[in-house]
């Protein structure tokens, strides 16, 4: 069963830049899409952007799209957002979470493991 | 791309059953039957209930079931528990942005 756990959040300036990172830990991350998602406090879950299992597919949210990029690193099992020209919006806990699909480039069924979350939070 | 609609609460007594509504369109739980259910205590990670409409995965009690008519998703809580006490999301995959969740429910156990 894999594990997620991210990291790279802190406390950063509006207009900077931070890469938060995804490790997985156990089998069969490669075969995964995977998901970040984005709660502000006291808010509800968003939905921000997907890799596909491969990389070669990344998918973003409005609110991310041209500020956010998503990449992998099948051989060290982890996958990277990062995040620039941040905004006060931005703040919150952000996951990461494994799709349940397996191989999938088009279509995203639900994430079945996420991670403990890290938070950011963009403030002068 | 909107979120899904739930219910900004709903109560129960223990023992009771509820359902929680959500609401999509066409585009997402209208035509596609890739819905989840989460579970969000507070300060922790969302947990999936449900997948594909119906599915538990292994581990999740019997007691939490899906279905879906048209353009809105159902969960179903039976025999309430205080531990059931926690936020409710739904989720779906979307034609025209991927992935959404609803705007999420939160149960109060009476």
């Known amino acids: 069963q894999v594990q997620l756990v991210e990291s790279g959040g802190g406390v950063v300036q509006p207009g900077r830049s931070l890469r938060l990172s995804c490790a997985a830990s156990?089998?069969?991350?490669?075969?995964?899409?995977i998901h970040w998602v984005r709660q502000a406090p006291g808010k509800g879950l968003e939905w921000l952007a997907v890799?596909?299992?491969?990389?070669?597919?990344?998918y973003y949210g409005d609110s991310v799209k041209g500020r956010f990029t998503l990449s992998r690193d099948n051989s060290k099992n982890t996958v990277y957002l990062q995040m620039n020209s941040l905004r006060g919006e931005d703040t919150g806990v952000y996951f990461c979470?494994?799709?349940?699909?397996?191989?999938?480039?088009?279509?995203?069924?639900?994430?079945?493991?996420w991670g403990q979350g890290t938070t950011v939070t963009v403030s002068s | 791309q909107s979120a899904l609609t739930q219910p900004a609460s709903v109560s129960g007594s223990l023992g009771q059953s509820i359902t929680i509504s959500c609401t999509g369109t066409?585009?997402?739980?209208?035509?596609?039957?890739?819905v989840s259910w989460y579970q969000q205590h507070p300060g922790k990670a969302p947990k999936v209930l449900i997948y594909?409409?119906?599915y538990r995965p292994s581990g999740v009690s019997n007691r939490f079931s899906g279905s879906k008519s048209g353009n809105t998703a159902s969960l179903t809580i039976s025999g309430l528990q205080a531990e059931d006490e926690a936020d409710y999301y739904c989720?779906?995959?979307?034609?025209?942005?991927?992935?959404?969740f609803g705007t999420g429910t939160n149960v109060a156990v009476l």
């Open positions: 979470g494994k799709d349940l699909g397996t191989t999938s480039l088009f279509f995203y069924y639900g994430l079945d493991v």
């Open positions: 156990g089998s069969m991350f490669s075969n995964h899409g």
């Open positions: 890799i596909s299992y491969d990389g070669s597919k990344k």
């Open positions: 066409s585009g997402d739980i209208g035509t596609y039957n890739y």
């Open positions: 594909d409409v119906t």
């Open positions: 989720g779906s995959y979307t034609s025209t942005a991927i992935y959404v």
